[in-house]
């Protein structure tokens, strides 16, 4: 809402200053959005054009002289529309216009000129308004080196509020000076609206079939003659953000914004019938608008007929059959309540959101409804010569009896923990011009009709809090003691962003809407992702089935950045419609050791970023978790470099090369990625409670060297090892791992080192010999694997 | 008394031939020609035998002393010589201290992450526990439960990433908090915070996202006041922008609460003087608040008569944009590592 306060000080008995006014709303009602002066142009003054002439070196420009009042100038004018004899505005050397466009003496073409004259634009009016070209013409009895500000009455200041939904009642200038009343204590200064009737009865029966009509009140208007409206009304439709067209229409808009109230002017000779019948559009599926536009209609919209057919949609736009234009003398006028949802709904499909659509969407005033009605027959017959005929015909089913709300004033004291007295709140009440009974340590309040958004005694608290500050209220804490804290789950998701970042990984947060394709470009069954019903755009339309696609994409913009060694992670979810899967997740590239001016250079592998892994496992406490070679891998992994994470029985995640044909498409060295389940990983985490002995006796190493067939894992021969081993055999560790000369094609040596360990006693060499001899045995049972010789 | 002088004069000797040694092997060819089987010192040993019996005690001291004096010279002149010799060997050790130190690869955490463990911390400490909650959320507890009924303006199906007519991708992290107030059953106080993930359907631009992180707070319990949000926002905005910070209510709305209110901070850049960064008002708005409306608190199944609180709700990315001087909230969501890397 643009609210000119040249038009709120009629409707209030205090002084106003624009920025002590924008203080209080923002700190006591709404928030400002912007404050400033209709026109910042300095300097100007009223000439009157003596002189025009064609310019000597120019076939365009005109030089003119000009009588500014004090002085007769030399002005050099390039606007098409000059003629000697008119009343036009000037601005003087010294001026700055809008735009910090400063006004000089200076010579154009060889010839002096003295100041400029001026369009509205120029003037910083926006062309929206008046849609004038050239210079703008003042009316003839403007007197020459006047204020042309003042004559045209943009001698004003506007405050444009940025409205909560609820604050509906802030839609009018009524609303607006009610409650800079109450911000400023002071009184509204309202007039009531005359309306002079002739003799002969308003013909016109109203009725409505649906409830979505609250009331409709109908005036009829004879012999208005249309015009422009006086530059007064003009100026403040214009500060409103509103284009003046018509003495009609903009009185009908003049009186929404002075009331809030929405009006219609239809052409009452064009309107059939003398009957006006409120309905569901039902069968009319098509109906023209008066921009012309043919509109498809939904059984349920609101439409407003001649009791045959449509002539308005309600609330939203009139009809082209019944638009008022430049021969019309009759008007029949409508001020109409209807339900703010059907108004809404049915101005969003048709994208024909107005003035009026949001005035019924916020809630409107049920007792302005007539007023507004009277207030433009008033000016009907001030501004157009209109004579409104005897009598209003309404349908009214609107309740306006105040509503009453009980506030005791130990709530108030609960709610805000602030104790104020009876005196402060009846202060409230008194500004805020609400009527109210007290007694007992509870106050009545009877909230007028113009505040909807005032129900419980929860919203009398706020205006009570707001109207009196809010710096009143003290400032404490709650004072119960409850347990705060962090989860096992929270703790152990921050555990893993800190370790996988102290392990060198970057984290990152990507979206969770990706492209269709993206979304399951990593699954190895492609099942559709959860699509949204309105996507704003299809890159970011679904939601993702993993997070490695969308960090092989952050890997590819740093890389294109110069980045060379990329080493990402994010904690994220996959998304579907039965569960929401947190994952722990990470792409990396480049080298694992970056080049240094030692030379040492070392890129990462599979066995670089496991490494990473089983810190992080170790980190959490996650023990034994296997690599097991996947029965599939998906399209995005090289078959032969991935393992899925396997602890107990359940698959904890997956951990692969990128297949060299993703790498290549996206340009890049070799990737390895890993996605693991957080939950998963949760589940695997133990960590140790209980101390266990330290053994008192040495442990002994033995290493040995076993050839087996290349396909033999080592992890079957470490499980031999391990299961074979018991008690004695503590630890079990690959070292070394060998092929080529000195070992037969098709097989492999590996170098394992054996601890064994005895709580009880010393091991005897000859016990380790018997223990290693039995392994061995055990090994070319399970393995074939043979001593290397 | 010739021998205590000729004593005398063979020690003076084997020092000055030492004073000119400079290697070990020097020094034990030296020794050798003093102190060995055939150097002086032995001569006189064996000019001993010739002496009278009651003299030799004498004499054979005197020679030992000697002896002994010459060879902790010699001694003396070992020790200087190695520490010359480790010296040098360390010098040839020295390195160039200034060279950078072998690259051991730290990664950074994500800002938001860490901003959202600094809220999460703070309110930890004030008695809070963090809730989460699904992000693809029932339009029940989305809106409908928070006193936004279908035909609210707010919850428009153009505004909300709706997947079927019942559920869309949550627009804040207020329905963890209807979800809380359920399962807590209508009699438990309530004191939580709720992080996470929200969406709306904004274009992407500088000031927008159409993905988003929320914290909001909730206390619910029988004297919980206006007064303890404000005690609570003030801590709140100290701890994320400075000791000296004051804060104050504006009225707002907010379907879920009554009173609603914006929370300003003074500016941390110009201290409320008034600076570009607060667009010269020295006030800098960081979240909205509000005192439980009685509608949700009845949805959820508490007795307003005994039951009231308070919530606020806070963009974690605009409280790291005002906090680190970020320009543009899509940084957060492109990862350019060299954005990332700078908030260590």
Redesign the interface.
Known sequence: MRVSLNWLRELVDVELDGPGLVKRFNLMSAEIEGYGKMSTATKLAVGHVLTCIPHPDSDHLHVTTVDVGTETLQIVCGAPNVAAGQKVIVALEGAVLPGDFKIKKSKIRGVESNGMICSLDELGIDHKYHQEDGIHVLPDQAVAGSDPLRQLCFDDEVIELDLTPNRGDLLSMMGVAHDVAAMLDGKTTFVSPQVSETAEANPVAVSSLSGDCRSYYARVVRGVKIAQSPAWMKARLIAAGIRPINNVVDITNYVMLETGQPLHAFDCDKVKTDRIVVRAAGADTVFTTLDGKERVLLPEDLVITDGERPIALAGVMGGRDTEVGEQTENILLESAVFDGIRIRKTSKRLDLRSEASIRFERGLDPARTKLACDRAAELFAKLAGGRALRGVSVYESQNLAPLSVKLPIAKIASVTGRAYQAAELADVWNRLDFAYDYADGVFTVHVPTRRPDVRTYQDLIEEAVRISGYQLIPTTLHAAAFNGHLTDTQKARRLIRNTLSSLGLDEVVTYSLVAPDVATAFDLDQQPAVRLLHPMTEERSVLRHSLVPSLLGVLEYNRKRKAEDVRLFELGKRYSLSEEVELVSGVLTGNCQESTWQGKTDPFDFFAVKGILEALFAALSVKNVRYVKPARVGSMLHPGVTAELVAGTRKIGILGKLHPNESSLRDLPDTFVFELEFAALLAASAPQLIMKEIARFPAVRRDLAVVVDRAVEAQAIVDSLVKAGKPTLSDVAVFDLYEGEGIEAGKKSIALALTFQDYAKTLETAEIDAAVARLLKALARDTGAALRS | MEIQLQLAALCAEAAAALAGVASMNELSDLKAKYLGKKGPFAEFMTQMKALPNEEKPRFGALVNESKNNVNALFEARREALEAAEVAKKLEGEAIDVT??G?????????L??RTI?EI?DL????????KEG???EQDLYNFEMLNLPK?H??R???DS????EE?L?RTHTSPVQVRTLLEAGGRK?V?IICPG?V?R?D?DDMTHS??FMQVEAL?V?T??????L???L??LARKMFGEDRQI??????FPFT?????VDVTCHKCNGKGCPMCKGSGWIEILGAG?V??AVLEATGYDPKVY?GFALGMGVERIAILKHGIDDIRN???????F??QFR
Do not use: C, W
Request: charged share 25%; net charge neutral.
């Open positions: 060279l950078p072998r690259n051991v690869k730290s990664g950074v955490r994500h938001l992450t463990d999460e309110f930890v400490g004030m008695g809070y526990t963090v699904p992000e693809i035909a303006p707010a428009d199906m153009q990433f709706y997947i079927s559920l991708l106080p004191k993930k969406y359907r274009d159409h993905q206390v319990d004297d919980v006041t206006l007064a303890d404000k005690g609570t003030l801590v104050r209510l504006r009225p707002s709305f009554e009173p609603s209110v914006e005192m409306n009685n009231q957060f969501y492109v990862n350019d590592l060299r990332n890397r």
